[in-house]
Each structure stands twice: as C-alpha cells, then as structure tokens.
C-alpha cells in the first residue's frame, strides 16, 4: 500500500471514532523518518486507546501491520507503520509536546480530500 492510501485509511479510521484536531504533514522532503506524520487529540484517556485500537484493526483488515506501537500506558501513543507515523495524543499532552509546530516545516495535507464524506461531521 501507497503512502497516501495509508494516510487515507488511517485518517478515516481515526475520524469515525471521532478524533479531534486531526491532522497531516507531508515530512519527506525533511526526514528519512517516514513520508507523513498523522497527529489527532483525545478527549479522554480511554478515547487514546480506543483510537488506537480502531486504527490497528482497520489497518489489519487491510493485511498492514504496524513496525512498532509505543506508549499504550501513556497519553500518547504512536502507531509506526514505517511511511506513516500516527500520533494519538490526549489534549495536555499535545500542547505540551508541539508536535505540530515542530514540524510546520513540512507540507500540510488537506484532509478533507482524504477523507470519506460518510465519516465527516
């Protein structure tokens, strides 16, 4: 699967179980790390897993498997699937980190063309 297909999966996967703040950075033309970065907020520490959860099993209907997921005791957590790094964050957490301005550099992705209209608000 495609970097962007990717993104877009994960993105809707994230949009039906309501993420807040949802967001995407094209990072390729400044790291090795990966191609996008997606990064959303939680209301609530049970909604940081739940969003995880739901990403990891829509991702595995499609046979993707993440590399690597840290920090499911925390209020981030980071789902690695190698050209997509996915960022679950509760709100202090987000704040704290800005993750969002550290890599404002990078190329915003418009989600709304990603994203199925069923799964909008």
Not at 1 to 12: H, P
Not at 34 to 56: G, P, R, W
Not at 57 to 80: M, Q, S, Y
Request: with cysteine; net charge negative.
């Amino acid at each position: 699967m495609e970097s962007l297909e990717l993104l877009k999966a994960a993105a809707n996967a994230l949009n039906e179980k309501k993420a807040k703040q949802l967001s995407a950075v094209k990072i390729s033309d400044l790291t090795i790390l990966c191609d996008y970065f997606l990064i959303c907020t939680a209301t609530s520490s049970t909604h940081v897993k739940a969003l995880c959860d739901e990403v990891e099993e829509k991702l595995d209907e499609k046979g993707i498997k993440p590399h690597h997921i840290e920090g499911r005791a925390t209020g981030w957590i980071v789902l690695d699937y190698g050209t997509v790094i996915i960022h679950i964050f509760g709100e202090k957490e987000r704040e704290y980190y800005g993750l969002d301005k550290m890599w404002s550099d990078g190329a915003p992705v418009e989600l709304n063309d990603i994203l199925d209209s069923k799964t909008e608000d």
